[in-house]
């Protein structure tokens, strides 16, 4: 029961955390268990090793952390990294902000290279940066592959061929919390040295797990790194996958079912077809906003997200009006503008389990809104640029063909 109860199902378009299949809710719907007995490891050594097919690893170690983005945030640092060393950081929204505050309360020496927010990482600033850098003081390049509050992916094959251009041994760490199992995302062909991402994003679990991967060269960074981690030391659970128990302390049984459960369907559906659904639902998406004559906050397509679009309001409309008319009016959840485009600009979440019909849905009701709040959008004119591209490149149902 919701605990403001409206009719039918909430239309969950926020940006994660995102709708969670049946399938995941029933695996999830069982009693706790001794996570000593056999069945448990039995089970981490499959999710562990399974979990790698997300990051597009054979190399890498992959670690379940009970924690939520954020934490694997701090898991990727604290593992790498020693008080003072210089790091690059995007400053892209309010994001990769989060995450530069952590690494400059983590005491890392941070130089950030800010954007305007709808742009992408300034990756010139980067590439002087790696040239002037002869003596490798540059310990990490941060990165968020894809920045939640604006809509902009980052072009990580880039990052990695100028850091090899440039003969640079920097670590290269990767927010993954809105791309990873939504866009196409390559840890060991981009040389990704810790990549990352939250269970309630395109994982469609419910959040409280944080899925961090690191690659021979961060687990021999972490010998040195002397970054103070208790929680978060990989050391701890190394010891344990040595030993075969897997867990340094208390899983949570149900979420490692879920997992279980939620790796399966991706599976099933092919990693690289959820990738293209993501593509779809985008394309439609930004189709539908070009209709309505609103602005993708992204300013460039080749920095498009395919989990998320940033739609600038016009200027007499405040966005919040539109996001909690949305909630209040037509049970449709909306993602808020954040901080520098607070009131400025919306969110369509469209990761994770969503299907064409479901995103047509959530667009009908955006164009309700828009009238609501005094826009003159024409009713069914997002909905018909969606639906004649979607019509036209949908696929069948694999498993009902
Ligand atoms: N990184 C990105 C790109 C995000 O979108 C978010 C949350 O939305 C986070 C990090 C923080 O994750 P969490 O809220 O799970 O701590």
Redesign the pocket.
């Known amino acids: 029961m919701d605990f403001f109860y409206g009719p039918g199902r909430n239309h969950l378009f926020v940006?994660?955390p995102v709708n969670i299949p049946e399938p995941v809710i029933r695996a999830m719907n069982r009693n706790n268990e001794d996570y000593r007995s056999p069945a448990v490891p039995a089970l981490t050594r499959t999710l562990l090793e399974d979990v790698k097919k997300i990051f597009k690893t054979t190399s890498g170690t992959t670690f379940l952390i009970p924690t939520?983005?954020?934490g694997a945030w701090e898991s990727a640092l604290t593992n790498t990294l020693s008080p003072g060393d210089k790091i690059v950081s995007f400053l892209i929204g309010q994001?990769s902000l989060l995450w530069i505050d952590q690494q400059q309360r983590l005491n890392f020496n941070v130089d950030v290279i800010e954007s305007e927010w709808g742009r992408g990482a300034d990756l010139d600033a980067l590439a002087s940066k790696l040239a002037a850098d002869w003596s490798h003081s540059i310990k990490a390049v941060c990165i968020?592959h894809?920045?939640?509050a604006t809509g902009v992916t980052n072009n990580l094959a880039t990052v990695r061929k100028l850091l090899d251009e440039h003969n640079h041994p920097a670590l290269l760490l990767v927010?993954g919390?809105?791309s990873i199992c939504a866009i196409d995302f390559r840890m060991d062909e981009w040389g990704v040295d810790v990549a990352l991402t939250?269970s309630?994003k395109a994982l469609s679990m419910p959040?409280g797990m944080g899925i961090v991967c690191a690659s021979p060269k961060a687990l021999e960074a972490a010998k040195s790194a002397k970054s103070v981690r208790v929680f978060f030391d990989w050391n701890d659970y190394l010891k344990f996958y040595k030993m075969g128990t897997f867990w340094p302390y208390t899983p949570s049984i149900q979420l490692l079912y879920g997992l279980r459960a939620a790796l399966d369907l991706l599976f099933e559906e092919g990693l690289d077809n959820v990738i293209a659904r993501h593509n779809r639902l985008g394309k439609a998406t930004r189709l539908a906003v070009e209709a309505w004559g609103l602005k993708n906050c992204t300013q460039k397509e080749e920095w498009f997200s395919d989990t998320v679009t940033a739609v600038i309001v016009p200027p007499h409309v405040n966005s919040s009006d539109i996001v909690k008319r949305a909630w209040t009016r037509y049970n449709l959840s909306l993602g808020l503008g954040l901080n520098k485009v607070a009131g400025k600009v919306f969110r369509i979440g469209h990761l994770g389990n969503l299907n064409d019909l479901q995103l047509l849905g959530c667009l009908s009701g955006v164009e309700m809104v828009l009238r609501d709040v005094g826009y003159p959008v024409k009713l069914g004119s997002g909905v018909a640029a969606a639906a004649a591209y979607l019509q036209n490149t949908i696929p069948m149902i694999s498993s009902r063909i």
Do not use: A, L, R, W
């Open positions: 940006p994660g939520t983005g954020t994001f968020v894809n920045e939640t927010d919390v809105s939250g309630q959040t």
